[in-house]
């Protein structure tokens, strides 16, 4: 079983930045693709970016192209995602996920989650 570790969500106001990792201590090589996801209040969980663990492949939502970067570290088993020029409308709880396979923007495509970290953009 994978576990996936969520850190550096917290309360920022708008226009700020929080960079959020992801950690899998158990590093597996058969893991081929990270994302973050976010769900926020009352609403579906979304895709946010993702990143192939071995090449330069990235994917970014529309409504975070531009103001957020996801990057990986596969020495320290870790993914970021680092969020410039908040907004309120970014609160959620943002999760990270691992797959096996290639790009996908469905969280139901994720078998390993992390339990979440909460990201609040006061206004």
């Known amino acids: 079983q994978v576990q996936l570790v969520e850190s550096g969500g917290g309360l920022v106001q708008a226009g700020g930045s929080l960079r959020l990792t992801c950690t899998a201590p158990?590093?597996?090589?058969?893991?081929?693709?990270l994302g973050w996801f976010r769900q926020a209040p009352r609403k579906d969980r979304e895709f946010v970016a993702s990143?192939?663990?071995?090449?330069?492949?990235?994917y970014y939502a529309d409504s975070v192209k531009g103001r957020f970067t996801i990057s990986r570290d596969n020495a320290r088993n870790a993914v970021y995602l680092q969020m410039n020029s908040l907004k309120a409308e970014d609160t959620a709880d943002y999760y990270c996920?691992?797959?096996?396979?290639?790009?996908?923007?469905?969280?139901?495509?994720?078998?390993?989650w992390g339990q979440g970290t909460q990201v609040t953009v006061s206004s």
């Open positions: 990143i192939s663990r071995y090449t330069d492949d990235i």
């Open positions: 996920a691992a797959r096996i396979g290639s790009n996908s923007m469905n969280w139901g495509d994720y078998r390993y």
């Open positions: 158990q590093g597996p090589s058969s893991i081929y693709r």
